[in-house]
């Protein structure tokens, strides 16, 4: 019988990151789970009944010490994962002129982009063994297509994620006679809690566990770098190749992203 996958998701509480969770546990795999919301994490791990273990980690991503400490517990208790999810993001308006946004400038960094190698950094090493047994593992960035091209009123948001984009890139290079694939999956539109507030139409949106599922194949396929639905991947090269005076006149006027933080 093939082994349980271990499988670490942090931002594990709410949207992307739970329905991953059941995802996961529906295939019977080993789950360990980190949100700052220790309550919402309990909640949701009571309904994971096809997980044989959920671990439970209630901590901010920026919390590197206790990242780290999560890490050791969970490997000491499972043993390396298969996955490591650094789903945990943040979404918010801002704007440079604003003084008093800038404290969420860096906040958005320190969770999307530091949070995310804050994730990956402590398992590394266990993975690299694990990938000597011929079980390579998986280390999946979640972006998003608003790194492809800035958008306005959303300065923070989309320079992390082109940032997280960047840095899973670079990770994956480092890491390339490892074993270990990085996998960069950026997504569209999906229905989760953070795009619930956005007050503009939001063109091919997903269901959270229908995203999930395309994720997890993706994450198995050991995609270098997917976007998720497909029909983004098409609008996100659109994008890209517009040049800068044609995106500027179609993009200026833009809704613009609600600030929440």
């Not at 800038?102 to 994730?119: C, H, P």
């Not at 990938?131 to 998986?138: D, I, M, N, Q, V």
């Not at 609008?235 to 517009?242: E, G, S």
Request: aromatic share 8%; hydrophobic share 50%.
């Amino acid at each position: 019988m093939r082994p349980a996958a271990k499988v670490f998701i942090t931002g594990a509480s709410s949207g992307i990151g739970s329905a991953l969770a059941r995802h996961y546990a529906s295939q019977g795999a080993v789950l360990g789970l980190a949100a700052r919301r220790g309550e919402a994490l309990e909640a949701l791990a009571a309904t994971l009944c096809g997980a044989p273990q959920v671990w439970c980690y209630p901590l901010d991503v920026t919390d590197a010490a206790a990242l780290r400490a999560a890490a050791q517990d969970f490997v000491a208790h499972c043993g390396a994962p298969d996955i490591v999810i650094a789903n945990a993001g943040v979404s918010s308006g801002t704007l440079t002129e604003c003084a008093e946004d800038l404290e969420v400038i860096k906040r958005i960094f320190e969770i999307n982009v530091y949070g995310m190698a804050a994730t990956f950094s402590p398992f590394i090493a266990a993975m690299r063994q694990q990938a000597l047994l011929s079980k390579p593992g998986r280390l999946v960035g979640i972006a998003s297509i608003a790194g492809i091209r800035g958008l306005p009123g959303a300065e923070a948001y989309s320079a992390s994620k082109a940032a997280a984009i960047t840095y899973l890139e670079s990770l994956r290079l480092e890491l390339r006679s490892s074993g270990i694939k990085v996998v960069t999956i950026a997504p569209g539109y999906i229905a989760t809690p953070m795009t619930a507030i956005n007050p503009y139409r939001m063109p091919f949106l997903l269901a959270a566990d229908q995203a999930a599922q395309r994720f997890a194949r993706a994450i198995e396929r050991g995609a270098s770098y997917s976007v998720i639905p497909w029909q983004m991947g098409i609008v996100a090269k659109l994008l890209r190749a517009l040049p800068n005076a044609l995106y500027d006149r179609l993009f200026a006027n833009a809704p613009r992203k609600p600030k929440v933080l």
